[in-house]
């Protein structure tokens, strides 16, 4: 389970919002880039390699776990940064 993102950034200044936002955005691009990486490899497993499928899957469900969280980090940073 994710860190509560009240204890993740507790203490940062609001100067270093910036910087922490452009970190998540960066990390959600390069989870985003690996879930359709992860995809075509599945689609191209497709039937024959129902263990290779599996595997797939499971590292598409744990990148996607990943970028819920950045998404959920970037929220939260957003709503205190106002």
């Known amino acids: 389970m994710a860190e509560p993102q009240d204890s993740k950034y507790k203490g ?7 910087q922490v936002r452009q ?15 992860q ?7 497709a039937g024959d390699f129902e263990t290779a499928r599996s595997q797939i899957q499971a590292g598409i469900d744990d990148l ?9 980090d970037l929220s939260y940073i957003n709503e205190k940064d106002k």
Not at 39 to 45: E, I, R, S, V
Not at 64 to 72: C, I, K, P, R, V
């Open 12 to 18: 940062i200044p609001k100067a270093l919002f910036p």
């Open 64 to 72: 996607q776990g990943h970028l819920d969280e950045a998404n959920s």
């Open 39 to 45: 995809t075509k490899m599945l689609d191209a497993a």
């Open 23 to 37: 970190q998540i955005a960066e990390r959600t691009g390069v989870l985003k880039k690996a879930i359709a990486d």
